[in-house]
């Protein structure tokens, strides 16, 4: 028999969070997670849902509240769940970013090491240099900005604490005249309408804009007008891209993409490395705390100038190239065509000779490097949310690659994977890095030596 009941209302001590940042209480030992609930707070709550193992609970009061919470400032933003922390105080978020690390390399990892305090912005707002909105019609009206979670609901979003301020006007500006140019918002009930979604970007160091819209369809009669004042409006607009998805799908861009104004990409640093960023490109969406992220990645490296690093994982290559001044050489693997082709052409951008990069697969690529005569002194892995390939990681150990760098965007991930390389390789250090503030996601770079048997 389970303690509690949909529908029941009981009072809770909640005394931690969850790795999605919910409050957890507990009957009887019984789990219950609420949203919006802190450790060390007293709280009325309702049972909303009932599973074998835990119970959702909706939050009705803060009985006595954390000295960690704070009134959040952004209430759409909150109330929908994209910054799912914004009660918690900045001071707050970096404790719990901290102690997420930790406990999950101890609960998945089995490994039990310090962990340094999560490195944090001198100013959390406004971050953002890349953001996507859907949009649509309700009520007669256009509506653009964020889905509600777990639905395809559009809330209407005209000011943010996360995302550029320039940014936010631009959307707001298409927002008002796009059906001035019959321009149609999607349906994706029916399939039809025209514009999907509006994807903004901006170079932080350049300040140049790239505008991408993403259409069901590439038929639209007064684009030409439309685009020509939107650089009127915004003259630090200067690439404008049409991205055609006539497709029934989540996906947000679809395969064919026309240059409507512009180049093709936009450029900005990364301390003094130039990249140019395409609208396909995956670049981190803080270029602030990406320095951060990189500099921390330097500090491991504690490069001599004679070293060999492979970068897998290697995307459109920032994060060997922010090193391949201090390197003797630069290999990076990706399995996207298109990231390497920008990475080649950001290695000549910057005119490092020394940056190579290939397609395929890295676990594949490593060992024909390894063939070919090349030894690295470095690996730096920086996988996607599911973490590091198996094949990936018995290949460095394999080729008995001496020291590894894993940056990481998932503690159970990054856990699971330091627990397979933990017989190997001892952990040195270990630093997470705040580059989405306001919300339960943290970066993590660790730094680990092949132990000698």
Same mark, same amino acid.
């Given at each position: 028999?389970?303690?509690?009941?949909?529908?029941?209302?009981?009072? $809770?001590?909640?005394?931690? +969070?969850?790795?999605?940042?919910?409050?957890?209480?507990?009957?009887?030992?019984?789990?219950? #997670?609420?949203?919006?609930?802190?450790?060390?707070?007293?709280?009325?709550?309702?049972?909303?849902?009932?599973?074998?193992? #835990?119970?959702?609970?909706?939050?009705?009061?803060?009985?006595?509240?954390?000295?960690?919470?704070?009134?959040?400032?952004?209430?759409?933003?909150?109330?929908?769940?994209?910054?799912?922390?914004?009660?918690?105080?900045?001071?707050?978020?970096?404790?719990?970013?901290?102690?997420?690390?930790?406990?999950?390399?101890?609960?998945?990892?089995?490994?039990?090491?310090?962990?340094? !305090?999560?490195?944090?912005?001198?100013?959390?707002?406004?971050?953002?240099?890349?953001?996507?909105? !859907?949009?649509?019609?309700? *009520?007669?009206?256009?509506?653009?900005?964020?889905?509600?979670?777990?639905?395809?609901?559009?809330?209407?979003?005209?000011?943010?604490?996360?995302?550029?301020?320039?940014?936010?006007?631009?959307? =707001?500006?298409? =927002?008002?005249?796009?059906?001035?140019?019959?321009?149609?918002?999607?349906?994706?009930?029916?399939?039809?309408?025209?514009?999907?979604?509006?994807?903004?970007?901006?170079?932080?160091?350049?300040?140049?804009?790239?505008?991408?819209?993403?259409?069901?369809?590439?038929?639209? !009669?007064?684009?030409?007008?439309?685009?020509?004042?939107?650089?009127?409006?915004?003259?630090?607009?200067?690439?404008?891209?049409?991205?055609?998805? !006539? *497709?029934?799908?989540?996906?947000?861009?679809?395969?064919?993409?026309?240059?409507?104004?512009?180049?093709?990409?936009?450029? *900005?640093?990364?301390?003094?490395?130039?990249?140019?960023?395409?609208?396909?490109?995956?670049?981190?969406?803080?270029?602030?705390?990406?320095?951060? +992220?990189?500099?921390?990645?330097?500090? #491991?490296?504690?490069?001599?100038?004679?070293?060999?690093?492979?970068?897998?994982?290697?995307?459109?290559?920032?994060?060997?190239?922010?090193?391949?001044?201090?390197?003797?050489?630069?290999?990076?693997?990706?399995?996207?065509?298109?990231?390497?082709?920008?990475?080649?052409?950001?290695?000549? +951008?910057?005119?490092?000779?020394?940056?190579?990069?290939?397609?395929?697969?890295?676990?594949?690529?490593?060992?024909?490097?390894?063939?070919?005569?090349?030894?690295?002194? $470095?690996?730096?892995?920086?996988?996607?949310?599911?973490?590091?390939?198996?094949?990936?990681?018995?290949?460095?150990?394999?080729?008995?690659?001496?020291?590894?760098?894993?940056?990481?965007?998932?503690?159970?991930?990054?856990?699971?994977?330091?627990?397979?390389?933990?017989?190997?390789?001892?952990?040195?250090?270990?630093?997470?890095?705040?580059?989405?503030?306001?919300?339960?996601?943290?970066?993590?770079?660790?730094?680990?030596?092949?132990?000698?048997?």
């Amino acid at each position: 028999m389970k303690p509690v009941d949909v529908g029941q209302i009981l009072e $809770l001590e909640i005394v931690d +969070l969850t790795s999605n940042g919910e409050g957890i209480g507990k009957v009887n030992g019984f789990p219950i #997670f609420i949203e919006k609930a802190l450790p060390d707070e007293r709280v009325r709550v309702e049972i909303t849902k009932l599973k074998k193992n #835990f119970a959702l609970g909706k939050m009705l009061e803060v009985i006595d509240p954390s000295p960690e919470r704070v009134k959040p400032y952004a209430e759409d933003l909150y109330r929908y769940g994209a910054c799912n922390l914004l009660h918690l105080s900045y001071q707050g978020q970096l404790k719990f970013k901290t102690n997420l690390v930790k406990e999950n390399l101890k609960r998945i990892g089995k490994i039990d090491v310090d962990v340094n !305090p999560c490195l944090g912005m001198a100013h959390p707002y406004n971050y953002r240099n890349k953001s996507a909105f !859907p949009f649509g019609m309700r *009520d007669g009206r256009i509506v653009g900005g964020l889905f509600a979670p777990g639905t395809h609901e559009i809330i209407d979003l005209n000011e943010s604490v996360i995302d550029n301020p320039t940014t936010i006007e631009i959307m =707001k500006y298409i =927002k008002r005249t796009i059906l001035a140019y019959h321009i149609v918002p999607y349906d994706e009930i029916s399939h039809s309408g025209i514009l999907r979604h509006v994807v903004i970007r901006h170079g932080e160091k350049t300040k140049e804009y790239m505008v991408t819209l993403v259409v069901r369809t590439k038929d639209i !009669p007064q684009l030409t007008a439309f685009v020509e004042n939107l650089i009127k409006a915004f003259p630090m607009v200067v690439s404008v891209i049409l991205n055609v998805n !006539p *497709d029934r799908t989540n996906r947000i861009l679809g395969d064919e993409e026309i240059v409507l104004y512009g180049n093709s990409y936009i450029h *900005d640093y990364i301390g003094d490395v130039q990249f140019a960023i395409s609208s396909k490109s995956f670049y981190q969406v803080n270029p602030t705390q990406t320095k951060v +992220l990189y500099d921390t990645v330097a500090r #491991f490296a504690n490069l001599k100038g004679n070293e060999v690093i492979i970068d897998a994982y290697c995307g459109i290559g920032t994060i060997g190239l922010y090193l391949a001044k201090q390197a003797k050489a630069i290999y990076g693997v990706e399995i996207v065509r298109e990231a390497v082709e920008d990475a080649k052409y950001n290695a000549r +951008l910057n005119g490092f000779n020394n940056a190579h990069f290939i397609v395929g697969k890295a676990e594949e690529v490593i060992r024909d490097w390894k063939n070919d005569g090349i030894q690295a002194d $470095l690996i730096i892995v920086d996988p996607p949310r599911k973490g590091c390939d198996q094949r990936l990681l018995d290949t460095i150990v394999e080729m008995k690659i001496p020291r590894v760098i894993y940056v990481s965007c998932n503690p159970s991930t990054l856990a699971r994977d330091l627990n397979l390389l933990k017989d190997y390789y001892q952990i040195h250090e270990v630093q997470p890095v705040d580059l989405f503030p306001h919300t339960s996601h943290v970066e993590c770079v660790t730094l680990m030596s092949k132990v000698e048997k």
